[in-house]
């Protein structure tokens, strides 16, 4: 992959974790349950805060994700640092998934009886589903890479 291409791909990634830090904070000001609140109990609220805690996996999959890219750039996609990096990627994507389910399990058992959980909930079965592919595609993409590595290494040694 030429050098461009990867720094172009970098970018877009850093773009894609502004964007969702921008939107993580301006959010809870304009939308939801928190809407009538003060800022301190905004961003004191219990599932905001869970939504900031669970959003963790996400970031630290971008990073790695960044940092795949790199080595890509560099010509070591066949090293272990690539292997790590997707594995990373894909526990990230394991713990998303069920993040999103705990949260939508929350919202369907403990919403009020007035509210409909509907859309809350339709969005958690699309990212869910969007997790559970990350994850898939990195497992795989790491099973290959593995393999790669380990016939690298095994050429490496008998030359």
Do not use: W
């Not at 904070?25 to 009538?36: H, K, M, Q, S």
């Not at 859309?119 to 079965?125: H, V």
């Not at 990350?134 to 030359?159: F, G, P, R």
């Amino acid at each position: 992959m030429k050098r461009g291409s990867t720094i172009f791909l970098q970018a877009v990634i850093v773009l894609i974790g502004i964007v969702a830090l921008a939107v993580m904070i301006r959010f809870p000001l304009t939308e939801g349950r928190a809407v009538n609140l003060d800022l301190f109990s905004i961003y004191s609220d219990p599932f905001i805060v869970y939504g900031y805690a669970a959003s963790i996996p996400f970031f630290v999959a971008l990073y790695q994700a960044f940092k795949l890219l790199g080595l890509i750039g560099q010509n070591r996609v066949f090293s272990l640092s690539s292997v790590k990096a997707l594995r990373t990627i894909k526990y990230c994507a394991i713990t998303q998934t069920i993040l999103i389910v705990m949260a939508a399990l929350y919202i369907r058992i403990f919403h009020a009886q007035d509210d409909d959980p509907a859309g809350f909930i339709a969005m958690c079965i699309v990212t869910t589903f969007i997790s559970i592919v990350i994850a898939t595609a990195a497992a795989v993409s790491e099973k290959l890479l593995q393999n790669a590595v380990s016939i690298k290494l095994e050429n490496d040694l008998t030359v």
